[in-house]
Nanobody
Framework: VQLVESGGGLVQPGGSLRLSCTAS????????VGWFRQAPGKEREGVST????????YYADSVKGRFTISRNNAENTVYLQMNNLKAEDTAVYYC???????????????WGQGTQVTVSS
């Protein structure tokens, strides 16, 4: 069982990035998926979550209207499209899978290694 994130990088404020989280060893559509981030010196925080099957999506207030979570079941991948990025979005972003959507990171069983997102001019 493995989750691999990709798509991070350096982007200017106002720019966009699309993060990918690809699963191997299991079918991701059967599980809820969460995107979390952690900036230096700060606690891990939930960014967006999606139920199994993708019927329910949730966003943190800080990213609502700018970020979109989606699934591609054929590729066993979940995406996080991030638009209008701000300096405060700078963090390591992680995807994780669990039974139900939750902002509580301890409810997720499997985690990816993280991908760095840096928003700076």
């Amino acid at each position: 069982v493995q989750l691999v994130e990709s798509g991070g990088g350096l982007v200017q404020p106002g720019g966009s990035l699309r993060l990918s989280c690809t699963a191997s060893g299991f079918t991701m559509d059967y599980y809820a998926v969460g995107w979390f981030r952690q900036a230096p010196g700060k606690e891990r925080e939930g960014v967006s979550t999606m139920s199994s099957g993708g019927g329910e999506t949730y966003y943190a207030d800080s990213v609502k209207g700018r970020f979109t979570i989606s699934r591609n079941n054929a590729e066993n991948t979940v995406y996080l499209q991030m638009n209008n990025l701000k300096a405060e979005d700078t963090a390591v972003y992680y995807c994780a899978t669990g039974r139900n959507p939750s902002w509580d990171w301890s409810r997720y069983n499997y985690w990816g290694q993280g991908t760095q997102v840096t928003v700076s001019s």
